[in-house]
């Protein structure tokens, strides 16, 4: 009795070890191309122990997704709550942004142009859709904070917050999934075209 908090342990770190391997082997060789034996090796365990944890490619990328999220959610979070004035903030927002997407390219590209490729079997596909909604939904939330904070200091117009938040995030998500970041040297050329872009339009007057 006293051993099964040690196997679930184990548990945890054999599936934090393959979700790390699929990472390395979907960055090496793309979604489609890779291969489950691949993770395996790359993370020194069977074939039969992938099956054991995820279902499969699909269950490993957005697990790796749910993870990123996760992180994401928690640096915003430390951000929006932190000292300092709203445009430093937005800056370092969107600095943030832009820096989680392009670690998280594999995924961006996959929901850009093949989306069927992350279809599961029912069950699979509704539990890991609801957890990832739930952390956007956060993100969300920690967004409309941000830009609440910005018209109480008087940067931004009177407005809906949560409309604003809308607007900073289609602008931000439009531009990496039409590929406008890889045509800029680095994060920063995009967190002052998107700031020059939403702040004209957003500011007070």
Not at 10 to 33: H, K, N, W
Not at 62 to 71: G, K, W
Not at 174 to 203: K, Y
């Amino acid at each position: 009795m006293g051993r099964t908090p040690m196997k679930l342990e184990d548990r945890d770190r054999a599936r934090a070890r393959i979700l790390a391997a699929a990472g390395v082997v979907f960055s090496r060789d793309g979604f489609e191309r890779a291969r489950i034996d691949a993770i395996a090796a790359e993370a020194g365990v069977s074939t039969g122990s992938v099956y054991n944890y995820f279902a499969g490619k699909a269950a490993l990328m957005l697990d790796l997704h749910q993870q990123s999220l996760d992180a994401a959610n928690a640096d915003v979070e430390g951000l929006v709550a932190g000292p300092g004035p709203f445009t430093q903030k937005l800056d370092d927002y969107l600095g943030h942004f832009f820096r989680f997407t392009r670690e998280n390219q594999a995924f961006l590209a996959i929901l850009r142009d093949s989306p069927h490729l992350l279809q599961l079997s029912p069950p699979h596909a509704q539990d890991q859709t609801r957890r990832i909604m739930a952390l956007v939904e956060r993100h969300v939330e920690l967004v409309t904070d941000l830009l609440r904070a910005g018209i109480e200091e008087g940067v931004l117009g009177p407005s809906d917050p949560h409309v604003l938040a809308s607007a900073l995030m289609g602008v931000t998500r439009s531009l990496v999934l039409l590929g406008a970041d890889a045509r800029l040297a680095d994060a920063a050329d995009m967190v002052a075209l998107v700031r020059r872009l939403f702040l004209d339009g957003a500011r007070a007057r």
